[in-house]
Nanobody
Framework: QVQLVESGGGLVQPGGSLRLSCATS????????MGWYRQAPGKQRELLAM???????KYADGVNGRSTISYDDDMNTVDLQINSLKPEDTAVYYC?????????WGQGTQVTVSS
């Protein structure tokens, strides 16, 4: 059974940084793509960043330039580093993976940016 488990959320002051980690139940190379989404209260879930085992990455405009997605094939983790956090970054952050034609989601981790 495929499982994705996020960690690293919490309360951060504006201007701070956060590193989210997603532990997968299988090898990263088994996924077609993995990524991070977020959903703020009253808003739709939105894509933040995507990474492909072959190497390419893509970022949403809202985090481009202040975030980095990476994976560790030995640890089977996918991380998202976000810098210069703003109150509008407050949301539940979800790990996503797609493999063998199916999509998988983690349970989400809350990130709150507030002073």
């Amino acid at each position: 059974q495929v499982q994705l488990v996020e960690s690293g959320g919490g309360l951060v002051q504006p201007g701070g940084s956060l590193r989210l980690s997603c532990a997968t139940s299988g090898s990263i190379s088994g996924y077609t793509a993995m990524g991070w989404y977020r959903q703020a209260p009253g808003k739709q879930r939105e894509l933040l960043a995507m990474i492909f085992p072959t190497g390419p990455t893509k970022y949403a405009d809202g985090v481009n330039g202040r975030s980095t997605i990476s994976y560790d094939d030995d640890m089977n983790t996918v991380d998202l580093q976000i810098n210069s956090l703003k109150p509008e970054d407050t949301a539940v952050y979800y790990c996503y993976g797609t493999r063998e034609g199916s999509d998988y989601w983690g349970q989400g981790t809350q990130v709150t940016v507030s002073s």
